[in-house]
């Protein structure tokens, strides 16, 4: 295996060890700053060994084994750690390596899933700003480097950077203990680690700014620990519900940018070219968050409305009223304009143009939509379907100034030109 192969083969490795390697760190040392320490010399042991002896069979345990070395090395050096860890201490002073070895290894090995679940709970800690959580759950989850974090946004990679040592600083001084939090916190703490995985996904589905229409990637990432938390958390029915919204959307992935990267709207995509398998797999996951018994919440309804979607072999097929009730739902759940605007898209497409005009004109007054380019591009296209194409030429430039992203850009442009005097 060549150096470059050896390399590709340990990045895969780290995308998928890393997470467990830092959780099961960060319940010994009680810091996920020196967990991720760790870990990452843990990384720097296996790119300096591994192109020389080689990938072992079994790498993950491989890196696993040496971040134990490490946390045994840190145990020596500090004498002030608490708890189990002065015990850990204890025992390197008074009892051989083996015996100090086998209780890291009970400390490091024993119920990775909690901690996992106690690693996504701090790394999207409500104490954290929302961008922080993003980077911090990327860079400790997901194996991401900072760079890649900063490409994937499009922000510097120094600042990505700052986001990352601020967080893990916040962390530290505020205490936040490693654990799962108590019963009267659950619902809001794990409101933010959804949030998060949301933001995530949507900005690799719809990303706000720069050339590409989507950046695969961070769904994938989104869905990968979206799909682990299910597992973690298989009572939470908005757990299921953001993995099946996740599953539904992502499968229509090959079918929503044509050959040279151009967008491809809904109702103008191959469905042949939806992916099966992922649609099933998001209405297992939507029958999951039904099973639970729980009011269904605004994961779950969305999950919900893209499955409308991906039951309709043909646009004309799209059950529009159920979708618009649904969204009415969701108004009822979680009220916002955003919403709303939605809802106007499936009135007009369930009772005609009018009827989601009539919404969208009250709308227009929302100030936090006023540099929203989609307010503009709804309205644009219920006018064109009114004949109204003056206005809906104007509607779509106007939509087309507001976003930043430049194959958004070039499509309203597009449909602005075809719009007929």
């Known amino acids: 295996m060549t150096a470059p192969d050896v390399h590709r083969a340990i990045d895969a490795v780290w995308r998928l060890e890393s997470g467990r390697i830092i ?10 700053g020196v967990a ?4 990452q010399d843990a990384l720097v042991v ?3 060994k591994w192109p020389g002896s080689g990938v072992p069979d079994n790498p993950g345990p491989g890196l696993m084994a040496t971040a134990k070395h490490r946390a045994i090395d840190r145990i020596r050096r500090d004498q002030r750690l608490e708890t189990k860890r002065d015990q850990l201490g204890h025992a390197l002073e008074t009892a051989g390596q083996d015996t100090a070895e086998e209780e890291v290894d009970a400390a490091l090995d024993d119920e990775v899933g909690d901690d996992l679940l106690r690693l996504m709970f701090i790394s999207c800690h409500p104490v ?6 993003v980077a911090l759950t990327l860079r400790l989850l997901g194996g991401l480097t900072t760079d890649e974090i900063a490409r994937a946004f499009l922000v510097p990679e120094p600042t990505v950077a700052q986001r990352i040592v601020r967080a893990k600083r916040t962390l530290a001084r505020k205490k936040i203990p490693f654990e799962v939090p108590p019963e009267a916190e659950r619902a809001a703490r794990l409101s933010s680690v959804l949030e998060v995985l949301y933001l995530v ?8 700014a720069g050339d590409d229409w989507m950046r695969p990637a961070l769904c994938q990432e989104a869905l990968r620990l979206g799909r682990v938390l299910a597992e973690l958390a298989p009572d939470e029915p908005e757990v299921h519900g953001l ?13 929503r940018t044509g050959p040279s990267g151009e967008p491809i709207p809904l109702l103008e995509q191959n469905r042949g070219r939806w992916d ?11 029958l999951r968050a039904e099973k639970v018994g729980a009011p269904l919440g605004p994961y779950a309804v969305q999950g919900a409305i893209a499955a409308c979607h991906a039951q309709a072999h043909t646009p004309e097929e799209t059950d529009w009223a159920r979708i618009a009730t649904l969204y009415q739902a969701l108004a009822h759940l979680t009220p916002s304009p955003v919403v709303e605007l939605n809802r106007a898209v499936a009135l007009g497409m369930a009772y005609g143009p009018e009827r989601g005009l009539e919404l969208v004109d009250r709308l227009v007054g929302e100030r936090s939509l006023a540099n929203y380019h989609l307010l503009p591009s709804v309205r644009a296209d219920l006018l064109s379907r009114l004949g ?5 030429r104007a509607e779509y430039e106007r939509a087309a100034s507001l976003t930043r992203n430049a194959r958004e850009r070039g499509l309203l442009l597009e449909r602005a030109a075809g719009c007929a005097p």
């Open 23 to 32: 959780a099961g760190l960060t319940r010994m040392v009680r810091d996920v």
């Open 46 to 48: 296996a790119l300096e």
């Open 388 to 392: 109204r194409s003056a206005e809906a």
């Open 243 to 255: 993995v099946a919204l996740m599953e539904i959307q992502a499968s229509r992935a090959d079918a």
């Open 128 to 133: 954290l700003s929302t961008e922080a959580r």
């Open 36 to 39: 991720e320490e760790l870990a």
């Open 276 to 286: 099966r398998l992922l649609i099933r797999r998001g209405f297992a996951a939507l």
């Open 201 to 208: 996904f949507n900005e690799g589905y719809s990303a706000t």
